[in-house]
């Protein structure tokens, strides 16, 4: 084909003006910038309270906060990774169950039966003078639990 | 196109306006009931009923958390005819579904899809997306326990595409979970970006058709034309005042469903998504996402749009399923396909634990490839068989690979809907 400079600009136009108004549209949709201004970590209570063993549900941060046996923190996610229903927490087992199509997880998040296909996700913690706080706008996605994931008081 | 011998008496604007719909005079066979069935033009009718109860809702709907639902329950309680317009509104959109999609089958099997109107069938698709999408979206409004767990569970599917899913089920959402901005997304597509795409779309797509000639029809030697005016605006006015009936009727016994308001801590047992939706959710229970929610809907996204462009070497347009033999292998994959689904659903639920089994292997061996081989292999079979024994040609055989997609389609989207209970286990 001829190279024509005047389609060549039109093009160029219709190119420029496609990418501006899909950042406008994306920006506008996704709203982006409203909650990321400003970032409040969820204040937990003293680290001291929670008995070992044990799992607190905090539902209005959408996490439990589960203590293990060696006093490390964990704070899962009660999304559940395969549809994002909220799971129960399994009083028998210490594990999880999904309601809504019978995954189940382990005490530590990870999968004991399908369809769910990767552990609950974490979110991190941060223990300053003894208060515990949980960082909820951040959740950390994992394929596995290990140790190091445990935050310790 | 105009006939000399039609009488002198200048047309109505009225009948103007709808001789740039129809031609002044139209093959009889085109206007008989069971060619069409007015599928196309019963969508178009309910579009329109759509807008006008939609504008209606419009004026008492608040689209904020914290008003949404108590906005829907002072239109059903305390405006007069609230309850019916919305049951109207609801009744309407499940139609639309139904019909939209009879229409998408009827101009496939009837063999009006090819070559000149080959542009037109992908218009249809796009609108059939955007249907529901529609549908989707206007889900989400009443803000009750059905609505924002059908929500969560779809946009937790979009996540499980690779790359982008993440990022594009954020960008639906508005954030990382189903909130305000969420809502607010889904008022603006359904009330204003999707009615005015739908708007442009049937344009075009009625154009379309007028160019292609009107409706597909066999070859015929000899042609009967009638006149549009009675014969055809008689019957489209009839099918108008019957739908619309019917819809009133059932608007007054049947109420728009809706549950207790929203609550983000608390899922219903079992959670579905929106039932068109269900073959979808279904099919994420026995295979894993990258089939299910990568591969295999990707590939039927392509295999669709691409249907009229395939080499066909025996096409017999307009004829309902090509040839008899065409309808032999319609019928039979249909059956087949939903039986086979049906017996595999139960397999794998209760007998079939192939990520139990084989726990050593990738989850995507396990529990993607295998079932899926499981599936395709026999119906390959079946396919072949159909070549073999019965000499069916490429028109034939990719009839039956439609029906079979579609057919096993219904079928999970039937047992989702159905037969699933508790935890979503089979109830049998």
């Known amino acids: 084909m001829k190279f024509n400079r005047r389609k060549f600009i039109k093009r160029l136009i219709v190119a420029i003006a496609s990418i501006e108004a899909f950042f406008l549209i994306k920006e506008g949709i996704s709203k982006s910038d409203n909650s990321s201004g400003k970032k409040e970590l969820f204040n937990a209570g003293k680290a001291d309270s929670f008995e070992t063993n044990k799992t607190y549900p905090f539902l209005t941060g959408h996490f439990f906060l589960k203590r293990y046996d060696d006093g490390g923190f964990l704070a899962m996610s009660i999304k559940c990774t395969h549809l994002g229903c909220v799971v129960n927490n399994n009083i028998k087992t210490g594990g999880f169950n999904c309601p809504c199509h019978a995954s189940q997880f382990n005490k530590y998040g990870e999968v004991l039966s399908a369809p769910a296909t990767r552990p609950l996700d974490t979110f991190p913690i941060t223990i300053e003078n003894g208060e515990i706080f949980i960082d909820t706008n951040k959740a950390v996605k994992r394929k596995e639990f290990n140790k190091s994931q445990l935050t310790y008081a | ?428």
Request: positive net charge; contains cysteine; proline residues 4%.
């Open chain 2, 1 to 428: 196109m105009a006939n000399k011998e039609s009488d002198k008496r200048t047309p109505s604007t009225i009948e103007k306006f709808l001789l740039h719909l129809h031609p002044q005079r139209i093959d009889v066979r085109a206007i008989k009931f069971t060619r069409t069935f007015g599928l196309g033009g019963i969508s178009a009718l309910l579009f329109v009923i759509l807008c006008l109860t939609g504008l209606l809702l419009r004026f008492s709907y608040v689209p904020t958390v914290a008003d949404a639902y108590d906005s829907i329950l002072a239109l059903e309680n305390k405006s007069i005819f609230g309850k019916f317009i919305r049951s109207l509104h609801y009744l309407s959109a499940v139609s639309m579904i139904i019909i939209s999609f009879l229409h998408l089958i009827r101009v496939y099997y009837s063999q009006s899809i090819f070559k000149k109107r080959a542009e037109n069938w992908i218009y249809g698709l796009i609108m059939m997306l955007m249907v529901f999408a529609a549908s989707f979206t206007g889900y989400l409004l009443p803000w009750d326990q059905l609505a924002y767990w059908a929500v969560t569970v779809i946009t937790q599917i979009i996540e499980y595409i690779p790359l982008i899913g993440h990022s594009f089920a954020n960008t639906v959402r508005g954030g990382t979970e189903v909130n305000g901005n969420t809502l607010l997304n889904f008022y603006s597509l359904h009330t204003g970006i999707l009615p005015i795409l739908f708007i442009v779309l049937m344009g075009i797509h009625f154009w379309l058709v007028r160019k292609a000639g009107g409706v597909a029809l066999p070859q015929q030697e000899e042609k009967v034309k009638v006149k549009v005016f009675p014969n055809l605006v008689w019957k489209e006015v009839m099918t108008t005042a019957i739908v619309v009936a019917v819809l009133f009727v059932l608007a007054a016994v049947i109420t728009a469903p809706l549950l207790e308001q929203a609550n983000p801590h608390n899922s219903p047992n079992p959670s579905k998504a929106p039932w068109y939706f269900l073959g979808a959710q279904e099919l994420l229970l026995h295979l894993h996402p990258v089939f299910s929610a990568v591969i295999i809907p990707l590939a039927a996204g392509i295999y669709f749009f691409a249907l009229p462009y395939f080499r066909y070497t025996n096409l017999n347009i307009g004829v309902w399923f090509n040839s008899n033999k065409g309808k032999r292998v319609v019928v039979q994959s249909a059956t087949l396909s939903f039986v086979f689904t049906f017996i595999l659903i139960y397999l794998l639920e209760h007998f079939l634990h192939f990520d139990i089994w084989l726990s050593g292997w990738h989850s995507w061996l396990s529990t993607g490839l295998i079932p899926f081989i499981l599936y395709v292999a026999p119906v390959t079979g079946a396919l072949l068989y159909w070549r073999k024994k019965h000499m069916a040609q490429v028109t034939e055989l990719f009839m039956a690979i439609t029906t079979i997609i579609l057919s096993s389609y219904i079928c999970m989207m039937l047992v989702s809907l159905l037969l699933r209970g508790e935890g979503m286990l089979l109830i049998f």
